[in-house]
């Protein structure tokens, strides 16, 4: 399974200025719990915005033309797939999510009820066509109902 794991407001943003800037922990521990024992991707503004590196028990993989110590980097998503085994997440960001679009199975999707200025630099998931995906669910999240999980399932 090859899966995009993200976090959205209502407006598709996924980031302002570097960060994250929402913090529920029961999306992070739903974060870990899918993500635990398997291969995480992610781009190198991900990467740098990790407050622990790496992401324990996970292997970690960051897509960057830079060569970044104590990391696993390749040039292309395509390349760091080929030495992958078993489940794979996406987390971000904003590019690593568009080009996995291609390569993903499925996508896990909180939804957020935050609303940002965006004038805040921020980034964006890209849209979802419904040509392409179809919502398989959609429930709250069991420990705070504020929040909407979704799930996304690859049709063509």
């Given at each position: 399974?090859?899966?995009?794991?993200?976090?959205?407001?209502?407006?598709r943003?996924?980031?302002?200025?570097?960060d994250?800037?929402?913090?529920?922990?029961?999306?992070?521990?739903?974060?870990?719990?899918?993500?635990?024992?398997?291969?995480?991707?992610?781009?190198?503004?991900?990467?740098?915005?990790?407050?622990?590196?790496?992401?324990?028990?996970?292997?970690?993989?960051?897509?960057?033309?830079?060569?970044?110590?104590?990391?696993?980097?390749?040039?292309?998503?395509?390349?760091?797939?080929?030495?992958?085994?078993?489940?794979?997440?996406?987390?971000?960001?904003?590019?690593?999510?568009?080009?996995?679009l291609?390569?993903?199975?499925?996508?896990?999707?909180?939804?957020?009820?935050?609303?940002?200025?965006?004038?805040?630099?921020?980034?964006?998931?890209?849209?979802?066509?419904?040509?392409?995906?179809?919502?398989?669910?959609?429930?709250?999240?069991?420990?705070?109902?504020?929040?909407?999980?979704?799930?996304?399932?690859?049709?063509?």
């Amino acid at each position: 399974m090859k899966g995009i794991i993200v976090a959205v407001n209502p407006n598709r943003v996924i980031g302002c200025k570097g960060d994250i800037p929402w913090h529920y922990s029961e999306d992070l521990k739903r974060f870990k719990k899918l993500t635990i024992g398997n291969t995480v991707i992610m781009g190198r503004k991900t990467w740098e915005s990790l407050p622990i590196k790496p992401l324990p028990e996970r292997r970690n993989i960051v897509i960057t033309s830079r060569k970044i110590e104590g990391v696993e980097c390749f040039k292309q998503i395509k390349k760091a797939l080929a030495g992958t085994v078993g489940d794979v997440w996406f987390i971000g960001g904003a590019g690593i999510y568009e080009e996995a679009l291609k390569y993903a199975d499925r996508i896990d999707m909180t939804l957020v009820p935050d609303i940002v200025n965006e004038d805040d630099e921020c980034v964006y998931f890209p849209e979802i066509q419904k040509d392409e995906w179809r919502e398989s669910s959609s429930n709250k999240n069991e420990e705070n109902p504020e929040l909407m999980q979704k799930i996304f399932i690859r049709i063509t």
